[in-house]
């Protein structure tokens, strides 16, 4: 079942998103979040958390190295963090590398600061990148070889290197997420210029 795109404003962005959380456990919250749009403006916030979260996994700890108590000394309260996402990213295209994740980890924050958790929605970053490299290759590869095409650029810009390791914190994230897009862009633009003689 494909997913309806939220509605966009007409200067909506790409917006690659990431959240860090307290663990992978059904009541887990955010505790870190930060979002990079297209052009490379970014925020980042550490997540002060509410009242009622409580879960909390050392495991998880292990990975993203953010104690507890530095959430509970410098983080921005959970509902000016919410007020801040819905502010700069309403009507923007969200997009994440583990949407239901951090879907269920958005709702749990704008839920938790009462707001209603459909006001900003996610996506898979893979669809936006299959969708960027088809929109820049159709009509330059007949429609019979286009989503062949377009799925071996993908693989071929999503080798990385073996000794990559997520840096589990969100800046770098979405960072890394809007990187992986870009790299789609270019190859696809790349490909195109050939494909029109240019290259």
Known sequence: MRRLRPLLRSD??????????????????PIEVAWVFEDGRSETYLIKP????????PAAEAIHHIPHATLLAEGTPHGVVAARMVADLAGHDLLASAPS??????????????????SLRLRDSDDA?????TAILSGLVPE????TTVETLLTLT???????????????DA????????AVREAANTLASELRGGG
């Open 12 to 29: 909506a962005m790409l917006v690659f998103l990431d959240f860090e959380a307290s663990s992978l456990a059904k009541k887990s919250y």
């Open 50 to 57: 509410a009242p009622e979260w409580t879960d909390w996994d």
């Open 101 to 118: 994740w951090d879907g269920k980890w958005l709702s749990a924050l704008l839920r938790a600061a009462g707001i209603d958790r459909h």
């Open 129 to 133: 990148h299959r969708e960027t490299a």
């Open 144 to 147: 019979a070889e286009l989503d």
């Open 158 to 172: 999503d080798v990385r290197a073996p000794d990559h390791v997520p840096a589990h914190r969100a800046l770098s």
């Open 175 to 182: 960072i890394d997420e809007r990187a992986r897009w870009l």
